[in-house]
């Protein structure tokens, strides 16, 4: 399935984000110091990745449980997928111009649509 894929890609993703990162973290100015609002976003980056790639794993593992339309599974699947990608890039973005913060909304709801269908699905 493209979402256990292209999860295992994400947190791929986040953990060669995590060693770059992690080659630079000892160096106090880097992005503006430790406290420092891009700073804090690269991170969130990084955890963004990592953590809604497990989510498009577990999407994968549950997707057969579910009794939802073929249509509205496409779109649950589609919606992990965007979130995962949306997320992160969201973050970068907010790092490196600090501007726009509205743009987080659409990572949220393609979250969100995809919890909301996937969960729905389950319980019926």
Known sequence: MLNEICGWFFVLGGLVMGLVMGLKFQREEWLGGYGAFPRRMVRLAHVALVAL???NIQYAQ???RTHLDPRFANLA???FLAAAILMPACCLWMAARRSHFE???APIVCLATGLVLTVGGLVQ
Request: hydrophobic share 65%; aromatic share 16%; proline share 0%.
């Open 62 to 64: 549950s997707a057969a």
């Open 77 to 79: 699947s589609w919606s």
């Open 53 to 55: 790639g497990m989510m």
């Open 103 to 105: 743009i987080f909304a």
